[in-house]
């Protein structure tokens, strides 16, 4: 009877491990916000003119408004908006889909370089090699 009991406190342990971690997105305008990727792996950007801050290394960041600065490490990093500044301690993946941004990535996560993918316009990246 031990072993149904056991059972159910592991799984609500688990549900409510995996609830504390959730995602930040930002909609609003001129907003600026320091993330703890521990407690928010995925990062989203939709408003303008942010300037975001990360602590440890996030699994996402989207980067879709325009005029943000991000400063941080991600193992996916994905630049769809315009003149934005992407300042990378490390990332593995980073697509620059928009234009005239500026990323910098100095390292990669796991990877022997960092994979980048430029399909953008007028953009300046820069990586480790």
Excluded: W
Excluded at 48 to 74: F, K, Q, Y
Excluded at 107 to 122: I, M, Q, T
């Amino acid at each position: 009877m031990k072993t149904p009991v056991i059972a159910i406190i592991i799984a609500c342990v688990s549900a409510f491990a995996a609830a504390a971690r959730a995602d930040v997105t930002v909609v609003d305008n001129d907003k600026t916000v320091d993330v703890d990727c521990a407690k928010d792996p995925a990062i989203t950007l939709v408003g303008n003119h942010l300037t975001i801050t990360t602590r440890g290394v996030c699994t996402s960041i989207t980067v879709a408004g325009n005029h943000e600065t991000v400063t941080g490490s991600a193992t996916s990093v994905a630049v769809m908006g315009n003149h934005n500044t992407i300042t990378l301690a490390a990332a593995d993946e980073v697509t620059v889909d928009g234009n005239n941004n500026t990323v910098t990535v100095r390292k990669s996560l796991k990877l022997k370089a960092p994979r980048v993918a430029n399909r953008g316009s007028d953009n300046h990246v820069t990586q480790s090699k």
